[in-house]
DNA sequence: GTGAAAGCGCTAACAA
DNA sequence: TTGTTAGCGCTTTCAC
């Protein structure tokens, strides 16, 4: 842990070069309107010095900060427990890099959080936030508004209001949920059951949706509510089995979900896809690829979707002059999914 | 995306209260020897005003900048396909937050990644780096080192000039491993295999020197080189029980290699743990739990880990006189690690 | 095309 | 205890 050696400013870089502080900036900022040799010598001293700008003095007068937050607002468990968020990280972090972009990462743990999380957004130290995971009782969309920061969501909010205006990345989660059931009915199957994800999330009650278009007017019997996680998908597995034994097919909200699933079906004795086909969502492979029997699965393209989110925002922040009205910059996208089959359906 | 309105600024607060704006921020930071009725007028002020510091001006002048970067420097794949780097994420955002330090996240692609992380840490954008993940012959420490940033290591360092006056958290991966083994052969096996991780990386080598400290002069058949993932595992157990079809036990080096080598023991027909026992490392939920059977392995406390980094380098950037010779800081932690027993051993 | 100078919002001497 | 002042390092009019 050594003290950080005083580093050079521009002054010095100007020095070296014999130009004023004025030209220095220019060439460190692009150069435009600076003549070649001068720009040459700038360039060289910057090297010799390893002059490298000091953001925050940048940032004073710019009132830019080349970063923008990521809000991950999941409880404890979640967050993690599956590659979910990982992989829409890295989507993230890649684009921005690609724009010299930081990225300041938000982890909440509770509604404690939210207020801290709203004071550093409203605080003006980022140019845009990308949020993930609102639950619908979120107060998170409120004081991110109020802040006023440019803010990009990661799947469909799911407020009341409708989405007018805000701009987010999502996977076309009722098609796909439509084409995973679809392919469930042209195995034969007729009685296929559903185990959803966390309803206080709109991807889950997309899929819900989806599953629904296909079926019709569902047996009750035939829904069984979870959480997407593992234990909620055995839990949810033993409830469609008991109230409904003869289902022969389960379209599970998500791969860990459907994980539990096999588990149980297993333990009772019953052959996947054989007795009951089972298809998966999201293609998260170290799951997916790795459960028995493999998963057939729907593959949202995750990292894909952080990428976007990122370039949605970047765009959002270039336009300088955010006129209101000419605003011909797409709000939100929905991402095609692909069905992928496997061994289990 | 709206503009954000002109945000109010200390002068503004300062005029409200009717006191200079030198008082003001006395308040602002703390309001140690200020009157209390002008204290609090100034309170009131930055209430009513929604006032926050300009964070970019406050660093121009302090030189501090409440931020961290974390560098995770993995490839592409093993990040977050493992739940390990968001546990430590979480540990790591819980410290920082407790005080009040922001968390800068730098994901890494490739060698071209490594300069561009470089820059940004000489950069001096952030008070400290947290750094994940190195492997043996990484670039990386060594432009840490040169850009003077205090930095804590995740994981002991490997490169040869020893660990002397780096700061690192880890677990005490020899002696889990030792009593991973010790456990097997409690059981009465005797011919026990290990599966190793990357042995590029530090905790993959002394996982195996534990195991070598407890079977002594190991058959180098009983020893298969893998790579901390599933598939890995798979191979590896699959080579082992090509080269010594006797065996009885089996010690991975995580819990996804214990994974793979478990479906590898079913696809096989040997049972777990009555052919061969199995146990892993981590402890790693969604994995060893859902296993089958569910895993015997040496639990770290992966969280806190990341909270120790965390401690370790914001109590460095504390002693804002880092008095050479004087420091009687520990440099670094090494954690203690628990078996825990489930069925697989 | 280039330089001089103002000033972004804040903290930290120093004076009062 | 409080206020005055200088200046952190940079970008950006505005003259030249």
Do not use: C
């Not at 298809?279 to 393209?301: C, H, K, S, W």
């Amino acid at each position: 842990m050594t003290e950080t050696a005083p580093r050079p400013t521009l002054e010095a870089v100007a020095a070296r070069a014999g130009v004023s502080r004025a030209t220095a900036s220019r060439v460190v900022n692009g150069g435009d309107g600076v003549r070649r040799p001068l720009a040459e010598r700038v360039l060289q001293a910057v090297e010799e010095l390893g002059y490298v700008p000091n953001q925050a003095a940048r940032s004073l007068v710019t009132k830019r900060h080349d970063a923008v937050a990521v809000v991950i607002a999941e409880p404890e468990t979640r967050v993690f427990a599956d590659p979910f968020f990982g992989l829409q990280l890295r989507g993230i972090s890649k684009e921005l890099t690609a724009h010299d972009t930081q990225l300041v990462l938000l982890l909440t743990e509770g509604r404690d959080d939210h207020a801290r999380v709203g004071r550093y957004l409203a605080g003006g130290h980022v140019d845009g936030a990308l949020v993930f995971s609102l639950h619908l009782d979120d107060p998170l969309p409120g004081l991110i508004q109020r802040a006023g920061v440019p803010t990009v969501f990661g799947g469909r909010p799911g407020w009341s209001d409708g989405t007018h205006g805000i701009a987010y990345v999502d996977s076309d989660n009722r098609g796909g949920a439509r084409e995973a059931v679809r392919h469930l009915a042209g195995l034969g199957r007729t009685r296929i059951g559903h185990i959803t994800g966390a309803l206080d999330q709109t991807s889950a009650a997309d899929r819900l949706d989806g599953y629904r278009d296909v079926v019709g007017d569902a047996d009750p019997r035939l829904i069984a509510e979870s959480d997407f996680t593992p234990a909620g998908g055995e839990r949810a597995m033993r409830e469609l089995l008991e109230n409904r034994p003869g289902l022969d097919a389960v379209f599970a909200a998500n791969d860990l979900t459907a994980s539990g699933a096999l588990r149980v079906l297993r333990e009772r004795g019953l052959r996947v896809p054989e007795d009951v086909a089972v298809v998966g969502f999201d293609d998260m492979l170290p799951v997916a690829e790795q459960t028995d029997p493999p998963l057939t699965t729907v593959r949202q393209n995750i990292e894909e979707m952080g990428r976007l989110m990122a370039r949605l925002l970047l765009r959002g922040l270039d336009r300088d002059d955010p006129e209101e009205g000419a605003d011909d910059t797409p709000r939100s996208i929905v991402l095609p999914t692909t069905l992928v089959r496997r061994a289990s359906a």
